[in-house]
């Protein structure tokens, strides 16, 4: 028998909180036939908190005659008693027991979430409400403990199912691994699971790994023919259902012309123009003409994909040109299978690694790009991403004995057949700072999104390292020692002086970042700048000198070993050159940073402070083509702001304006009299809580921080819930994929709490969400280091870099609501400087100039919407 059981708690803490719900069911592990039930509530003998009364609904009052928990405790043990205990994602509700004097440290652990984690790779949640609805298991009113743990033993009866209807080849696969760990949990899981005691041992399962990778088609046949036809028009009319729009097909002669001048352009463009096929056919036409790559790089790599499985199948079934092309993101976002299989080896498998690397052989089998992240993974697993990724040489090394199976081998060849290459800006940027490069000898490119260049780039050539990497690379290094035989005297010696030498080292980031934030924040984060040099005496450079030399003492422990520690060796390396550049005080060319946090302690930092020189001296200089994209590029209508920021000064500049009649299709509502909104949270609650009682659907509300998020949740939730209506939050409810999902299936009930991040991140058609309110006008931190760097570049900077900077997003916000020309929308924005300070017209103006606008008292708005 197995007893399968879910507690609801007051919060997370199980030192410092209480069970308020307890419920179990016991059941048979063959038939699953259910054979006992017990369920309670239990008093807390405390208030229950707000936010936890609005994720579960029980009351202080629905407890307030319930046992307290020691007196129910003797009926819980009795009714488990030596049974296997089955969870959803197991060790929160388990540790929370342990901790209450409840005797279950011997009993067998089994969890559902360990078993969706390797079978539901198609699940875009691991949360029970996401995996009951995947399989269609019936979970009525999730987060109450008896009704969570029955949908706990449905759910594990279809998770048996699916792991019986697996191949007999992939059940060897897990076989195998399950068989290399020894928890007995895992243990009891592989005799109910394998009906063998027999396992094959790991040469054949590398065999029989590679010969069930899916078969990934590298080789492209280029038929080397000329175009017969250079007018646009011919091949926008072989497209199914073209619509005909001057804008864009001006647009798109533009371009080829321009290409053909190698004349460089930027080009703002509304979303509704169809931008894509617009450079695309002239990129191909161009390609072809002239047997030239073109890269096409993309903000994000949900939009990468896009065009690669939408736009350009469409283009290459239908039009009349012979082109081939194919997609690349960096190296990290790909499986090795050499370093896959070195972590098998290397590591010992536990349960936390057996869950991952089972997940990993399974969906090995299946995908077409080995491209990581098309599996969910815990925060946990994470960590074991950077042992098993292609970030290294080694990969597409003549030496590796898996070479010609490599997905990268495969698309380097794919690569040098390619007429269009799409990439993202992460990858473009990022190959900027590296000798290893994907692209050889970029000529001819075109920028999407434009208007992130300078953001993504400044993050893709950021250089950081922090205690935690250097923790984990020394214990991965004495791991590869000791599983390989290799003496570690040596090196146990040399971490242990590393170590002691650069915690204290580390201690004085730490120190000197506690006091210029004088704050207890869970991050925290300071420049690094002349006053931190000037605090610092010759103790603080002898200390850097003695870790350099540690660091290559240690780097020639390992290039005396007889094996491959190229990662390791890199890392080092990379330390040396960031603490070399943080601790020049007379470089001016980089932004300094450095943070603490309790989970990677100290982290070290720098980015290029000019990043718009960098870029014309190290990109647009060396390109002979080169296009960037926007719907919302200019500022007031001019592009004086991107010209002057990203250095294009020998660029051409076009405008095709928008046909959206804003007149009738958009209103944007601004109160003027919620006072003043920087010190006014209450008076903007009391606002959304009556816009709220009017419009109950299709809402997103955007906010600027998470705490604001946080503060209208617990604040309506409750009563939202009375009627009926979903209040979705950021990092309250469910990850922001979960989020859009939950909301796109009831948008008529749904009103959606988001920062600006995720709204970057999504695109939600007109027709589920149709109402934005505004919280906050988007300016950066005035703290943030990287901002304060920057602003001393400008002789004005609040006028000349922030304001900009905060217009441009703002009118992303804005103009990625309206797609189409029957797209309607109402936007209140309740930022009284909007209307009530010296350059509130800056921002009116960044609005469509013949959008409706009405400067009106609150009342007023909620009457009018």
């Known amino acids: 028998m197995i007893v399968a059981l879910d507690l609801e708690t007051t919060w997370l803490s199980k030192e410092k909180d209480a069970i308020i719900e307890v419920a179990l069911i016991k059941f048979d592990e063959n038939t699953?036939?259910?054979?006992?039930?017990?369920?309670?509530?239990?008093?807390?003998?405390?208030?229950?908190?707000?936010?936890?009364?609005?994720?579960?609904?029980?009351?202080?009052?629905?407890?307030?005659?319930?046992?307290?928990?020691?007196?129910?405790?003797?009926?819980?043990?009795?009714?488990?008693?030596?049974?296997?205990?089955?969870?959803?994602?197991?060790?929160?509700?388990?540790?929370?027991?342990?901790?209450?004097?409840?005797?279950?440290?011997?009993?067998?652990v089994l969890d559902t979430f360990f078993l969706a984690?390797?079978?539901?790779?198609?699940?875009?949640?691991?949360?029970?409400?996401?995996?009951?609805?995947?399989?269609?298991?019936?979970?009525?009113?999730?987060?109450?403990?008896?009704?969570?743990?029955?949908?706990?033993?449905?759910?594990?009866?279809?998770?048996?199912?699916?792991?019986?209807?697996?191949?007999?080849?992939?059940?060897?696969?897990?076989?195998?691994?399950?068989?290399?760990?020894?928890?007995?949990?895992?243990?009891?899981?592989?005799?109910?699971?394998?009906?063998?005691?027999?396992?094959?041992?790991?040469?054949?399962?590398?065999?029989?790994?590679?010969?069930?990778?899916?078969?990934?088609?590298?080789?492209?046949?280029?038929?080397?023919?000329?175009?017969?036809?250079?007018?646009?028009?011919?091949?926008?009319?072989?497209?199914?259902?073209?619509?005909?729009?001057?804008?864009?097909?001006?647009?798109?002669?533009?371009?080829?012309?321009?290409?053909?001048?190698?004349?460089?352009?930027?080009?703002?463009?509304?979303?509704?123009?169809?931008?894509?096929?617009?450079?695309?056919?002239?990129?191909?036409?161009?390609?072809?003409?002239h047997n030239k790559k073109i890269f096409i790089s993309t903000k994000t790599k949900v939009l990468q994909d896009q065009i690669y499985q939408k736009d350009l199948q469409t283009l290459k079934d239908e039009i009349d040109i012979d082109f081939t092309y194919t997609k690349i993101k960096w190296r990290k976002n790909y499986i090795s299978l050499k370093s896959y299989f070195d972590f098998i080896v290397n590591f010992d498998i536990d349960y936390e690694k057996l869950s991952f690397l089972s997940k990993i052989t399974l969906w090995l089998c299946n995908t077409e790009f080995w491209e990581l992240d098309e599996l969910f993974y815990t925060s946990n697993e994470y960590k074991f991403l950077k042992y098993i990724n292609a970030d290294n040489k080694e990969t597409i090394n003549e030496w590796n004995p898996f070479l010609k199976e490599e997905f990268l081998y495969k698309q380097k060849i794919k690569l040098d057949n390619s007429d269009i290459i799409i990439i993202n800006h992460s990858l473009l940027f990022t190959d900027l700072k590296n000798d290893f490069s994907f692209f050889w000898k970029l000529e001819n490119l075109i920028i999407d999104e434009a208007h992130s260049v300078e953001d993504i780039a400044t993050e893709s050539l950021k250089n950081s390292f922090s205690f935690k990497v250097l923790e984990d690379t020394l214990s991965y290094l004495e791991l590869i020692h000791k599983n390989h035989l290799i003496d570690s005297t040596k090196l146990r010696s040399k971490k242990e002086d590393l170590l002691l030498n650069i915690k204290e080292f580390f201690d004085i980031f730490k120190d000197y970042l506690k006091k210029k934030t004088n704050n207890e924040n869970y991050l925290l984060t300071t420049l690094i700048d002349q006053n931190f040099y000037k605090e610092q005496d010759v103790y603080f450079y002898t200390l850097w000198a003695k870790i350099k030399v540690v660091l290559s003492d240690i780097k020639e422990i390992l290039l005396e070993v007889k094996y491959d520690f190229s990662r390791e060796l890199w890392i080092i390396d990379n330390i040396v050159?960031?603490?070399?550049?943080?601790?020049?005080?007379?470089?001016?060319?980089?932004?300094?940073?450095?943070?603490?946090?309790?989970?990677?302690?100290?982290?070290?930092?720098?980015?290029?402070?000019?990043?718009?020189?960098?870029?014309?001296?190290?990109?647009?200089?060396?390109?002979?083509?080169?296009?960037?994209?926007s719907a919302t590029i200019s500022i007031w209508e001019s592009f004086k702001y991107i010209k002057n920021s990203l250095k294009l000064d020998e660029f051409e500049f076009l405008q095709y304006n928008s046909d959206f009649d804003y007149e009738n299709q958009a209103i944007l509502y601004i109160p003027n009299d919620i006072w003043h909104i920087k010190n006014n949270f209450s008076k903007v609650l009391e606002f959304l809580k009556e816009i709220f009682t009017k419009l109950w659907w299709n809402t997103l509300v955007l906010f600027t921080s998470l705490a604001a998020v946080r503060n209208v949740y617990l604040s309506e939730n409750m009563y939202l819930k009375s009627i009926w209506t979903n209040l979705l939050a950021q990092s309250i409810s469910w990850s922001k994929n979960k989020l859009l999902e939950n909301f796109l299936l009831e948008p008529d009930k749904s009103i959606i709490l988001w920062t600006d991040s995720f709204w970057e991140w999504i695109d939600i058609p007109w027709e589920p969400l149709k109402y934005l309110i505004i919280h906050k006008m988007p300016f950066m931190v005035p703290t943030d280091p990287l901002y304060v760097s920057r602003s001393k570049l400008y002789e004005n900077p609040f006028n000349d870099y922030s304001i900009p900077k905060s217009i441009l997003k703002l009118k992303q916000w804005f103009w990625r609501l309206i797609r189409t020309k029957q797209d309607k929308w109402v936007v209140i924005f309740l930022d009284d400087r909007i209307h009530s300070t010296d350059w509130w017209k800056v921002f009116i103006n960044a609005f469509p100039k013949d959008i409706k606008t009405n400067i009106i008292s609150k009342k007023d708005i909620i009457n009018n919407i």
């Open 32 to 108: 699953f036939e259910i054979v006992e039930e017990y369920k309670t509530l239990v008093n807390p003998w405390f208030n229950i908190p707000e936010l936890n009364i609005n994720i579960t609904w029980i009351t202080d009052e629905m407890v307030e005659n319930s046992p307290k928990f020691e007196h129910i405790k003797q009926d819980i043990e009795k009714f488990i008693w030596e049974s296997p205990i089955l969870w959803h994602n197991t060790y929160f509700d388990r540790d929370f027991l342990i901790e209450k004097w409840i005797n279950i440290t011997k009993n067998i």
């Open 117 to 289: 984690n390797i079978l539901s790779q198609k699940s875009k949640s691991m949360s029970l409400e996401s995996l009951t609805k995947y399989y269609n298991v019936e979970l009525i009113w999730a987060h109450r403990a008896y009704n969570d743990t029955l949908g706990t033993v449905n759910l594990f009866k279809e998770l048996v199912k699916e792991f019986n209807n697996l191949s007999n080849e992939k059940k060897e696969l897990l076989n195998h691994l399950f068989f290399t760990c020894k928890d007995k949990n895992i243990v009891y899981l592989r005799q109910l699971l394998f009906n063998t005691k027999q396992y094959i041992n790991f040469n054949e399962f590398v065999k029989l790994q590679l010969n069930n990778l899916h078969k990934y088609d590298y080789v492209i046949v280029k038929e080397e023919k000329t175009i017969s036809n250079e007018d646009i028009m011919y091949y926008f009319n072989q497209i199914p259902n073209f619509e005909d729009r001057e804008n864009q097909t001006q647009m798109s002669k533009k371009i080829l012309e321009n290409f053909s001048k190698w004349k460089k352009t930027v080009i703002e463009a509304p979303t509704w123009i169809w931008k894509t096929f617009a450079y695309l056919i002239p990129a191909i036409i161009y390609s072809k003409k």
């Open 577 to 629: 050159d960031i603490l070399n550049k943080l601790l020049d005080k007379e470089s001016e060319e980089f932004v300094k940073i450095s943070y603490f946090s309790e989970y990677e302690w100290v982290k070290l930092e720098y980015t290029i402070l000019d990043i718009w020189k960098y870029l014309k001296n190290n990109f647009w200089d060396k390109l002979d083509n080169c296009f960037l994209f």
